[in-house]
């Protein structure tokens, strides 16, 4: 184990123990427990407060939503220069499937996916790209994480960030906490041209973060560890667990649940729960 590791390591022990008495003064966590699920970014040789320098912009799409059953037909991604602000590279490509249950979706029939061209060559650049990358992006990564380490795709261990999840825009934006990619490229000026192709939204995502004057600081706080917190509050309370990003029945039914880092839990207006071992 190298030095960055042994280092981020004893971040993460500091992590869970400072973490309980802190939030227990500040009374916004409640019932502790240290054997818990925590988002496995510390275990990267990135150092978490240093931005990554090039990430992969992810995206894929499916011929449903199930990876048990269902098949990855597209990738789509971009190679980003974060300090630049610029695309070093970028790739999109078809994976044959036999057929395609969310075709009214993505519009992609299974029969084009069966023409002959290099899919098998294309997915030695694709990991060339990833090999380069500090991060994967990736908008629902939790969505496109699932597929890969299936079928033909390789499996990924670097460090997923969700555009979605993981980043909180500026509030100038007017963004919902979890916003769609549609309505990110929006607010940002970012026009939106063609939804549900794997590059196209990269696109977007490259797009926003060209804008962002403080991109860096987003990506450091989205490589957080983050754990699964349950709301404390009344049936009249929901809105607030509802306007901060939370879900209701998932993953666990009949609570607002949430995955959030330490420095988000102290920004919450209302009290929270650890889940445990989940």
Not at 66 to 95: M, T, W, Y
Request: proline fraction near 5%.
């Amino acid at each position: 184990m190298n030095n960055n590791k042994n280092s981020q390591l004893d971040f993460l022990a500091s992590f869970k123990n400072s973490s309980k008495s802190d939030l227990y003064r500040s009374g916004k966590m409640e019932n502790v427990d240290s054997d818990l699920k925590v988002d496995k970014k510390e275990e990267f040789d990135h150092p978490m407060n240093v931005p990554p320098q090039l990430v992969l912009i992810l995206d894929t799409e499916t011929t449903g939503l199930n990876p048990e059953k269902d098949k990855c037909l597209e990738i789509g991604c971009i190679l980003f220069h974060v300090k630049s602000r610029k695309i070093l590279a970028q790739q999109s490509f078809l994976i044959p499937v036999e057929s395609n249950s969310a075709e009214l979706i993505n519009k992609i029939p299974a029969e084009i996916t069966k023409f002959s061209q290099p899919w098998e060559e294309a997915f030695l650049y694709f990991e060339a790209l990833l090999k380069y990358s500090d991060a994967v992006v990736a908008h629902n990564a939790d969505f496109d994480r699932q597929w890969f380490g299936r079928g033909h795709l390789p499996k990924i261990s670097k460090p997923w960030i969700c555009t979605m999840e993981d980043i909180s825009w500026p509030s100038e934006r007017q963004l919902k906490s979890r916003p769609s990619v549609r309505d990110l490229a929006l607010a940002y000026e970012v026009p939106v041209w063609n939804a549900h192709r794997a590059l196209t939204d990269c696109i977007y995502l490259a797009e926003v973060f060209h804008r962002v004057s403080n991109l860096e600081e987003l990506l450091i706080q989205g490589l957080e560890p983050r754990r699964l917190m349950r709301a404390e509050i009344s049936y009249d309370q929901r809105h607030l667990a509802k306007n901060a990003g939370f879900r209701w029945n998932d993953p666990i039914r009949g609570a607002w649940t949430r995955r959030l880092s330490e420095r988000e839990v102290a920004k919450l207006s209302f009290s929270v729960v650890l889940v445990e071992k989940f």
